[in-house]
């Protein structure tokens, strides 16, 4: 981890924007690396990060995943200048065109598309850039459109919207995982890239997994700045359990997390107790990073894992 800032109003108020802290995190996945995280205001937008800003430096040819709220095309086409890849998820409002110049109704394109073809790969020219990109999206399965169009029926009760007022274009998006992608086809082939933009998921459930195992969203105090030095002591242990994790489970595809926290908390004590002794804290470390090797998924076959469906992805390509 590289940094940690707090990017937070100054006082007074500290109260109201510690009481919605949204975290931002960059993880580079080869090497499994937390570079840095970014404690913000839980209410300001993704654009206003640093991340979405482009404040960060990627070395060319290496590839950015990231959420469609860091959607944002001036920083995309400075990337492509750059030799960075990128994939991500396309917004509804973008307007793509043909290489010929032509607008492309990509919504419509999707509505009329045949239910018997399942996936679509379309050179494009993305916004008023005309960043070059390739236009991929495959069909949902049923299941996933079921869970899509009710999550989408609960925004609108929440923002005491009628269901009849949900566009079209909004609809069709239900049905279809649409992404795009300045990585050339000889790269990236188009399965590898519907399961990379998969992969930017795992960011959401390494939150679920601090907030569940290590209650990063709790605290027990009224004191806004206690408040942040529990936040801040927290994550330092949480630096030390993913050294842990990296050490002890990176070499295993089908690593379990989940399961590894759980080892690593029952065997904080003897981390503890050999902190006075180096001998003794190496052993310890010893222990405990072979018990994570043990610390893995099985596979599944109706909802793969994201490690089988890389390896299935690779496979084919």
């Not at 399942?118 to 495959?138: D, K, S, Y």
């Not at 609960?154 to 007022?165: C, D, L, Y």
């Not at 595809?253 to 759980?262: D, G, N, Y």
């Not at 596979?299 to 894992?305: A, V």
Request: with cysteine; glycine share 2%; aromatic share 8%.
């Amino acid at each position: 981890m590289r940094e940690t800032r707090w990017i937070l109003q100054s006082t007074p108020g500290i109260e109201d924007e510690l009481r919605a802290v949204q975290r931002t995190i960059r993880r580079d996945r080869e090497l499994d690396q937390v570079r840095y995280v970014y404690l913000s205001d839980g209410r300001m937008h993704d654009q206003r990060s640093p991340v979405a800003a482009g404040h960060e430096h990627y070395e060319a040819g290496v590839l950015r995943l990231a959420d469609s709220g860091y959607f944002n095309l001036d920083t995309l086409q400075r990337m492509d200048r750059q030799g960075v890849y990128w994939v991500i998820r396309l917004k509804s409002n973008v307007t793509l065109y043909r290489t010929d110049g032509r607008p492309l109704a990509w919504h419509e394109l999707l509505r009329r598309t045949s239910q018997d073809i399942l996936a679509l790969e379309i050179p494009v020219l993305v916004g008023a850039q005309r960043l070059p990109a390739r236009l991929c999206a495959r069909r949902l399965s049923p299941q996933a459109v079921a869970r899509r169009q009710a999550q989408l029926k609960e925004r609108a009760r929440k923002q005491q919207q009628p269901v009849s007022a949900i566009s079209a274009n909004t609809h069709t998006l239900t049905q279809w995982a649409v992404c795009i992608t300045n990585a050339p086809a000889e790269l990236l082939t188009f399965d590898e890239v519907m399961v990379l933009v998969r992969l930017r998921w795992q960011i959401e459930l390494l939150f679920k997994l601090w907030k569940s195992q290590a209650h990063l969203d709790e605290w027990r105090t009224a004191n806004p700045w206690r408040t942040l030095c529990e936040i801040y002591a927290k994550l330092l242990a949480l630096l030390i359990q993913h050294w842990l994790l990296v050490l002890g489970t990176w070499a295993l595809p089908s690593r379990s997390l989940h399961q590894a926290f759980q080892v690593l908390r029952k065997h904080a004590w003897l981390v503890a107790a050999a902190l006075p002794d180096l001998f003794s804290l190496l052993h310890a470390l010893q222990v405990i990073v072979r018990t994570l090797s043990a610390c893995r998924m099985s596979s599944l076959r109706k909802e793969p894992h994201t490690f089988q469906r890389l390896a299935q992805a690779a496979a084919l390509a």
